[in-house]
């Protein structure tokens, strides 16, 4: 197992500090290549890890490029702006109010769309706002702590839910019925805890006549108005996907380009240039990160995880979820959300209890906000804010993360046991 730890904690180093600007998909790769070369993982482990990820990393990519389409049309700063006008210059309301935007953001753009897409123009935002520093901190702490704890309620808001819903066949409209009732409570409790914590930072009026007319920045009004239907449309589709058995991917990537074409029609985006800006190193960084990992199962981790959910699962089924949920939280956290979910997922199989995987699934969205190098949202959403001047240190990160995030954790599990 030596071996096989050593190359995963060189890989996360590399992914974590990005020496001489190292992609976060080469340094996955370069894992992936000694994992091969040192016998962690054979031909055929990188075959059946292709057969695992394929669906959730092609439904990331096509959410990413719908989310940049519709960046590219205004509908994103149109709806910061129009949630800030809604505060009738009321900070706290505000501050409620951008995180309910963010929760929507993460449900139906994922998480990595709302940490890539939303993060910047909000800040933009608060800086025409002349909100001073303290405050932007609060607003963006909090921003980024709801774009992981509200990717919970679709198949596709979160790379995480798209890969354990695949691995344990579970439907799109079970998969939404399931997690329905957690995503309302993580979102009421996440927005509770956080005010609780930083309502010292929020301000209690907000000058919103400085901000211009939201539909001013709109390129195309009709293009706009029509997106609200495309969107309705797509989510209808993946029901109609759910029934007739078909990957997520074929309508998250579907209509992401196909949404893209119509918007590069209109003049009102570049189809070859905003496909090239799409973030595909999440695709080697998580296939390269997914292979790095299986050589940790073949080296005995999953089974000494699966003995542990064994003893928890003797306990009783609350202690089994609660249980699950922290360890995948804490797993998470220490490791990074995409190598545990993995983990997780292949140690819970033998159990055949679904309760199981949507609990995982949940420690591996909240759990990683306990630490900066948690998940992949919050390594963009650092890379993103640090590109704008704004830098949050290892220590101030942590230490809010460790102080909002078990709670809510703890509540959005016990919701779940209270699902239909």
């Known amino acids: 197992m030596t071996i096989a730890i050593l190359i995963f904690l060189f890989t996360m180093t590399l992914v974590i500090f990005q020496p001489r600007g190292l992609q976060i998909g080469t340094s996955a790769v370069i894992g992936a290549a000694l994992a091969y070369i040192f016998g962690a993982v054979n031909f055929g482990d990188m075959i059946e890890v292709g057969g695992v990820v394929w669906d959730a990393t092609l439904s990331f990519i096509g959410i990413i490029i719908l989310s940049m389409a519709l960046d590219e049309i205004g509908f994103f700063e149109w709806c910061a702006i129009k949630m800030a006008k809604l505060s009738n210059g009321d900070g706290r309301r505000m501050f409620v109010y951008s995180l309910l935007l963010g929760a929507g953001v993460s449900a139906l753009f994922a998480n990595d769309g709302a940490a890539l897409i939303l993060t910047p123009i909000l800040l933009s935002k608060m800086k025409i706002l002349k909100l001073n520093a303290k405050t932007i901190v609060a607003f963006l702490l909090a921003g980024g702590f ?42 009421a409790a996440s927005i509770g805890v956080l005010w609780l914590v930083l309502k010292n930072d929020i301000p209690q009026t907000v000058d919103i006549s400085l ?181 949050i240190g290892f220590l101030e990160y942590s230490k809010f993360g460790l102080l909002v995030t078990p709670q809510i954790l703890l509540i959005t599990l016990i919701s779940l046991m209270v699902r239909a």
């Open 146 to 187: 709801i774009s992981d704890s509200a990717s919970l309620p679709f198949v596709f808001s979160n790379l995480t839910n798209i890969v354990t819903a695949g691995y344990f066949g579970i439907g799109f409209a079970d998969y939404m019925m399931n997690m329905l009732l957690p995503f309302i409570v993580s979102v």
């Open 211 to 391: 901000l211009k007319d939201p539909d001013s920045v709109l390129k195309d009004k009709k293009l706009f108005f029509f997106s609200w239907a495309f969107l309705l449309l797509l989510l209808c589709g993946y029901f109609i996907g759910d029934a007739l058995h078909l990957p997520v991917s074929l309508f998250a990537l579907g209509g992401g380009v196909l949404f893209l074409a119509i918007a590069s029609a209109r003049k009102s985006a570049k189809f070859y240039l905003t496909l090239k800006n799409a973030p595909w190193q999440v695709v080697w960084f998580s296939v390269g990160l997914y292979i790095v990992v299986y050589g940790l199962k073949n080296a005995g981790l999953t089974n000494e995880i699966s003995f542990i959910v064994g003893e928890l699962v003797k306990l009783g089924e609350p202690v089994a979820v609660v249980g699950v949920g922290f360890l995948a939280a804490t797993l998470s956290a220490l490791m990074n959300n995409m190598p545990t979910v993995m983990v997780m997922d292949i140690a819970l199989k033998p159990y055949g209890n679904e309760l199981l995987a949507y609990a995982n699934i949940i420690g591996c969205n909240l759990g990683p906000k306990m630490t900066p190098f948690g998940s992949l949202a919050t390594l963009l959403w650092l890379h993103v804010l640090e590109k704008k001047g704004v830098k």
